[in-house]
């Protein structure tokens, strides 16, 4: 086999590239060219050769692709298809396709020269697209199906427990009892909306700095009551800690999700450590570290590499959403901090978050609020809503501290 090709095996070699190829020489103009070439860039036959290859790259590229050829050309190496890729191609009629390029060098009976190989990548870009619409839309539909059940279920309780109060018109203990439950079933439906604002990021943010150790203890009693017996909730909070810049609000979400899946972990009971404690990491840099372990079925290693993805969840329909994990990496994140899951089946899991520590001392618990009991008064109120039954609420409260309160729904309708 001779070492160098001459024009004859170039040209037969050209021919049975099954993609748009040329040979370009030390000059960069096109000294061979397959028609699939030809198709592709929309030239007649023979028009590309002595043409710059810049001529191929739309006019905002040439320049930087002048130098890299430059560079190329002195120390050639094969590099596959997809390598330089997507590349912005330009056809003869200005049109701009994106394209994978390949190219290698090869010695030629009149010297070195650089082989081209181009695909056009239009349709795999296009079919990629459509995929990742089709799994937005899928995930879309997924997590739509999972809020309005749980809303349905959360409404369902609170219309059944209107009609119940309805007829005890009476028997003020029993009104008293389904208003309790009432604002249960509420509460139930504003912490979902919260998950919902905090994995959309529209939560209005409210950073502080708190003393993690403390910020968990105040959480004991939520804590407990959501365990229920069998779950044996061990605290170690370490006083040292240290000080970390959170919004409380996203701190207690955090906690809840983490310990009501260690909860589910452990469908038969079982400890539950939740930890916290000082770490320097090895530049020095100094983390305020939570940790909660628990003692259950663990995970899989397909569970753990999913287990961040916003709807994963292995649990049935109504226990889980699949989005305690993505919501606690969100907020975590948003914090500087990260996460890391230690877990192995059967062997329990801990999930640990290092947080940046904070120097600054603690903001204090609750800036001044005005005791809302004392709140009275006789001077005019405008209320302005765009809730109907925000405004009825409002103006009936006032009215009630003596205000003279007139109620409007909208902005249009407070400036009329
Ligand atoms: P959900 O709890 O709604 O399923 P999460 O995002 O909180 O969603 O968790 C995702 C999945 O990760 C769970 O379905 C479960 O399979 C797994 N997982 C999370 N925490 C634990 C844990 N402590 N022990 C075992 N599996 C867990
Ligand atoms: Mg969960």
Redesign the pocket.
Same mark, same amino acid.
């Given at each position: 086999m001779s070492e160098r090709l001459d024009d004859a095996l170039l040209g037969a070699l050209l021919a049975a590239v099954p993609d748009a190829a040329f040979v370009s020489d030390s000059d960069g103009r096109i000294a061979a060219v397959n028609a699939l070439a030809e198709a592709l860039f929309g030239y007649g036959r023979g028009e590309m050769i002595g043409l710059p290859v810049e001529a191929l790259i739309p006019d905002r590229l040439r320049g930087s692709h002048g130098q890299a050829r430059g560079g190329y050309a002195k120390a050639p190496t094969a590099r596959p298809m997809g390598a330089l890729s997507p590349l912005p191609a330009l056809l003869k009629n200005g049109e701009e396709i994106l394209v994978d390029v390949s190219l290698g060098p090869v010695p030629t009976t009149r010297g070195a020269r650089i082989l081209c190989v181009v695909r056009d990548a239009t349709e795999r870009r296009r079919q990629e697209q459509r995929l990742c619409q089709a799994q937005k839309m899928e995930a879309l539909g997924r997590f739509s199906g999972g809020i309005a059940h749980d809303f349905n279920n959360i409404l369902s309780a609170i219309l059944g427990l209107c009609d119940l109060i309805d007829g005890e018109s009476g028997d003020a203990a029993a009104v008293s009892r389904d208003v309790a439950d009432l604002r249960a079933a509420a509460t139930r439906a504003a912490e979902l909306t919260r998950s919902l604002l905090a994995l959309s990021r529209r939560q209005v943010l409210n950073f502080r700095v708190v003393d993690l150790s403390g910020e968990l203890m105040s959480l004991e009693r939520p804590l407990r009551r959501m365990l229920g017996e069998r779950v044996e909730l061990i605290l170690h909070a370490d006083p040292d800690a240290g000080r970390i810049k959170i919004d409380p609000s996203q701190f207690e979400q955090i906690v809840l !999700? /983490?310990v %009501? !899946?260690?909860r589910?972990?452990m469908p038969e009971g079982g400890p539950l450590t939740v930890a916290t404690r000082a770490e320097t990491g090895p530049e020095g840099s100094k983390y305020a570290v939570l940790s &909660?372990t628990?003692a $259950? @079925?663990?995970?899989s290693a397909e569970?753990l590499a999913? /287990?961040?993805e916003p709807f994963? %969840? @292995?649990?049935p329909r109504e226990? $889980? @959403?699949?989005? $305690?994990? %993505? *919501? &606690?990496h969100g907020i975590v994140s948003q914090c500087g901090g990260t996460v890391q899951?230690d877990?192995r089946p059967g062997r329990? @899991?801990t *999930?640990t978050l290092r947080f940046p520590r904070a120097e600054e001392p603690a903001t204090s618990a609750h800036p001044e609020s005005p005791p809302c009991a004392e709140l009275s008064g006789r001077e005019s109120v405008l209320v302005v809503d765009d809730e109907p039954g925000i405004v009825k609420l409002l103006t009936r409260v006032l009215s009630g501290r003596g205000y003279a309160v007139a109620g409007a729904v909208g902005a249009e309708a407070a400036i009329a």
């Open positions: !999700n /983490l %009501s !899946n260690a589910d972990a &909660v628990d $259950g @079925t663990g995970m569970t999913r /287990l961040y994963f %969840s @292995t649990k226990r $889980g @959403t699949g989005l $305690g994990m %993505s *919501i &606690v899951a877990s329990g @899991t *999930i």
